[in-house]
């Protein structure tokens, strides 16, 4: 999982359930449009890319694909929603990592999320990056960690209120970056620009374009391998911390009890909608890492992250 992948797979589906280069057999799923909800609300990163992919999937399925975006509760508003649809293949939801943790940190659904949903699989993942004011000393993670722990609770870290990340990378890295919480990510990194704080921490699309004007210098991404829109930036596992916080992903879930031939129909959809060359293009330049998996792929990484979130729930509390 987690890599670019050939939708060799996907088109065999596609075939086997009488589908061609997206065009629509007499009778196939689907006959009209489908509906997308979108935990998030408008012009956020999460719903830029989720337009940008839905565009993709109706050329895929030969229908359009209505965005309904259903902000709230920390996206539980529009798991909820999506679960308890009906089970016909006409609406499906672009669930995002917030699956595995919500069920532990809260706020907690009221659906299971492992039982309830049905994975159709991965569209892309966004990486956590800690970037600094271009004065602090410190030019990877590896220097950040040298100097927090030089200096225990002085070096500051803005977030939008992303207390279980910094608590994590203070532990794993063993150091005490103070936490300064705002309430978005904008504010967090006008702050570190400004050198009210040292560093900040945030997805790579909010602080890419400082990044890129020299604004911020980006020390280390909180991911297993480096990005490809910050390919010179290494990562915390580089520097030495195995158990950073982990990339945030977006992937495609429908209510469970769709029939298997329309989830394998959407699965091929789905793989060669975020497969995509434009798309990915597109995507890079924004700091969006796209990928694809099968649903089984899916399902597997669910159901991991949501007993690791388990356990570092115990382990912070």
């Not at 939708?7 to 596609?14: L, M, P, S, T």
């Not at 669930?95 to 069920?103: E, K, V």
């Not at 949903?117 to 800690?130: N, Q, T």
């Not at 990877?140 to 609770?153: E, N, T, V």
Request: positive net charge.
């Amino acid at each position: 999982m987690n890599r670019r992948r050939d939708v060799v797979v996907g088109a065999a589906a596609a075939v086997a359930l009488g589908w061609s280069g997206g065009a629509r057999s007499q009778g196939a799923y689907p006959t009209r449009a489908v509906k997308l909800i979108v935990p998030y609300p408008p012009g956020g990163s999460t719903d830029i890319l989720a337009r940008a992919f839905s565009e993709q999937l109706a050329k895929q399925l030969g229908q359009p694909v209505v965005i309904d975006n259903r902000p709230g509760a920390q996206t539980n508003i529009g798991t909820e929603a999506a679960a308890r649809s009906t089970p016909d293949g006409y609406t499906v939801y672009f669930g995002t990592s917030g699956l595995a943790s919500n069920p532990h940190f809260g706020p907690a659904p009221s659906i299971d999320v492992l039982k309830d949903l049905a994975p159709i699989g991965m569209i892309a993942s966004m990486s956590f990056v800690v970037a600094a004011n271009p004065a602090l000393p410190a030019t990877d993670g590896a220097s950040l960690i040298a100097l927090a722990r030089s200096r225990p609770g002085k070096v500051t870290i803005a977030s939008a209120s992303l207390e279980t990340q910094v608590l994590t990378l203070n532990k794993r890295a063993r150091v005490e970056l103070m936490h300064v919480p705002y309430k978005g990510g904008a504010q967090a990194a006008a702050d570190t620009m400004a050198g009210h704080t040292d560093t900040v921490i945030a997805l790579v699309p909010v602080l890419l374009p400082h990044i890129q004007t020299g604004r911020l210098k980006a020390l280390a991404l909180c991911s297993p391998k480096r990005s490809a829109s910050l390919p010179k930036v290494p990562t915390f596992k580089e520097a030495g911390v195995a158990d950073a916080p982990a990339p945030s992903w977006f992937a495609m879930f429908a209510p469970a009890g769709v029939p298997e031939p329309i989830l394998a129909r959407l699965a091929a959809a789905t793989q060669a909608a975020a497969a995509t060359p434009e798309l990915v293009a597109k995507m890079t330049a924004q700091g969006i890492d796209m990928q694809t998996s099968t649903p089984a792929e899916l399902g597997e990484t669910l159901k991991r992250e949501y007993a690791e979130q388990a356990a570092l729930f115990k382990e912070l509390k």
